[in-house]
Nanobody, 113 residues
Framework: QLVESGGGLVESGGSLRLSCEVD????????MMWYRQPPGKQRELVAA???????HYADFARARFVVSRDNPKKTLVLQMNSLQPEDTAVYYC?????????WGQGVQVVVSS
C-alpha cells in the first residue's frame, strides 16, 4: 500500500513537500519514483530514488525538486520548490522491483499564477 500526502494549492514560486508512506513491501528492495499527470496530458516521470541510493530527475525537476527516501521509515519524499503553474498535476508514488509495480492513489497539486 502506498499513500501520498502533502498536496494542495500553492501560489507560483511557492513550495510543497509530498510524502509517500509505504506498507506491505520490503521498501529497501524497491526503486521508488514520483510521477505526475498534468490535466489532459500523459503521466510522466518526475524523480526516482533507486534502491541502490542513486537518484534521477526529469529535466524540468532537476533544479527545483529534491527526492529522498527513508528506508527505516518506509517513506519517499519529494520536496518541490519554485513551483510554477505548469507543475499543476496529480502526483503519484510508484514502487517497482523487476516486473512488480505498485501505485499510490495520487495527490493533487495546484499552482496558481
Amino acid at each position: 500500500q502506498l499513500v501520498e500526502s502533502g498536496g494542495g494549492l500553492v501560489e507560483s514560486g511557492g513550495s510543497l513537500r509530498l510524502s509517500c508512506e509505504v506498507d506491505g513491501i520490503v521498501f529497501s528492495f524497491y526503486d521508488m519514483m514520483w510521477y505526475r499527470q498534468p490535466p489532459g496530458k500523459q503521466r510522466e516521470l518526475v524523480a526516482a530514488a533507486h534502491a541502490d541510493r542513486t537518484t534521477h530527475y526529469a529535466d524540468f525537476a532537476r533544479a527545483r525538486f529534491v527526492v529522498s527516501r527513508d528506508n527505516p521509515k518506509k517513506t519517499l519524499v519529494l520536496q518541490m520548490n519554485s513551483l510554477q503553474p505548469e507543475d499543476t498535476a496529480v502526483y503519484y508514488c510508484n514502487a517497482r522491483q523487476s516486473s512488480t509495480t505498485y501505485w499510490g492513489q495520487g495527490v493533487q497539486v495546484v499552482v496558481s499564477s
